[in-house]
Nanobody, 126 residues
Framework: QVQLVESGGGLVQAGGSLRVSCAVS????????MGWFRQAPGKEREFVAA????????YYADSVKGRFTISRDNAKNTVYLQMNSLKPEDTAVYYC???????????????????WGQGTQVTVSS
């Protein structure tokens, strides 16, 4: 069974930066396409970014493109989301997710990810 644990969330002022991490255990990280999603109060969970198993391919939601960067360190079994130029509308709980090893394509649909972390709160003040 795969376990995902997010960390690094917090409170930051608009325009600031924050990096959240996702530590993966139970299976080798390189087996999984990984994604970040977020959910703001009263809103549905939305796709933020995804990265291929090798790390060579990434994909971003339009709302974060150019500001956020997803990366992975398979040797450390950790996935990162570097968030720059943060805006109040980025405030949400951020979730790390993994696709099953048999699924090798990046996808933006939350239904395509089988494993989820508990989330970490990111709050951006104006």
């Amino acid at each position: 069974q795969v376990q995902l644990v997010e960390s690094g969330g917090g409170l930051v002022q608009a325009g600031g930066s924050l990096r959240v991490s996702c530590a993966v255990s139970g299976r080798t990280l390189s087996s999984h396409v990984m994604g970040w999603f977020r959910q703001a109060p009263g809103k549905e969970r939305e796709f933020v970014a995804a990265i291929s198993r090798s790390g060579l391919s990434t994909y971003y939601a339009d709302s974060v493109k150019g500001r956020f960067t997803i990366s992975r360190d398979n040797a450390k079994n950790t996935v990162y989301l570097q968030m720059n130029s943060l805006k109040p509308e980025d405030t949400a709980v951020y979730y790390c997710a993994a696709r099953p090893p048999s699924r090798t394509m990046i996808t933006t649909s939350a239904h395509e990810y089988d494993y989820w972390g508990q989330g970490t709160q990111v709050t951006v003040s104006s």
